[in-house]
């Protein structure tokens, strides 16, 4: 059998994580864990944690750390995951993210899918997501630039990051993606 994949894809809001995290997972038969899919699911089925999550994800808030990473703890200690690996979407956000996620899993690599602000602001205004007000994109936004956008250097120090350039159609950033995936996974 091989070796799990674990893979983090960090970048702003609208940069098409979800749209390749299900591409990825399919190809290379990986859970795909997105925390906002997750959040939105509870939200859906009415459980307490969803109904408190929409109040922050409206206004383009994160939800505090403690409660997501109990969340991501607890799907990556699902079989799947734990056998076959992961993609990691909209997880860590915050630096006390990354550092509890160390303490959950190895990681074999980092990317970040990157895409200009004023070209996701487009992409997301198209989208029409509930959350997609431009008070709550800019919000999201401003967000990422603060509390995400260190994370670059976090994994960058460890060697783990790679840069891939999100602009382009949907089979080109997939193409893109698969390449840097199989050149840090090589089948041994
Ligand atoms: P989340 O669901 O993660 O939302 P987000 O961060 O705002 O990111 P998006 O899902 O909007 O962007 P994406 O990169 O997935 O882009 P997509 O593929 O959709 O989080 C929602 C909320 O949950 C947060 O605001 C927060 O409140 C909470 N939350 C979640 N995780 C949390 C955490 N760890 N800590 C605290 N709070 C947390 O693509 C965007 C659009 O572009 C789509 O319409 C797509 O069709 C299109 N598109 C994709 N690729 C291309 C392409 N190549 N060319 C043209 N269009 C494209
Ligand atoms: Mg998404």
Known sequence: MSEPIRLVILGRQGS??????????EAYDIAHVSTGDM????????????????VFMDRGDLLPDDVMQGVVAERLDQDDASTNGFLLDGFPRTVGQAKALADMAPLDLVIDLDVPREMVIERMAARGRVDDTPEAIARRLDL??????PLLDFYGDQGLLVTVDGVGTEDEVEGRLRAVIDAAHQPS
């Open 39 to 54: 959040l939105r699911a509870a939200t859906a089925a009415g459980t307490p944690m969803g109904l408190e999550a929409k």
């Open 16 to 25: 098409g994580k979800g749209t390749q995290g299900v591409r990825l997972a």
């Open 144 to 149: 990422y630039d603060e509390q995400t956008r």
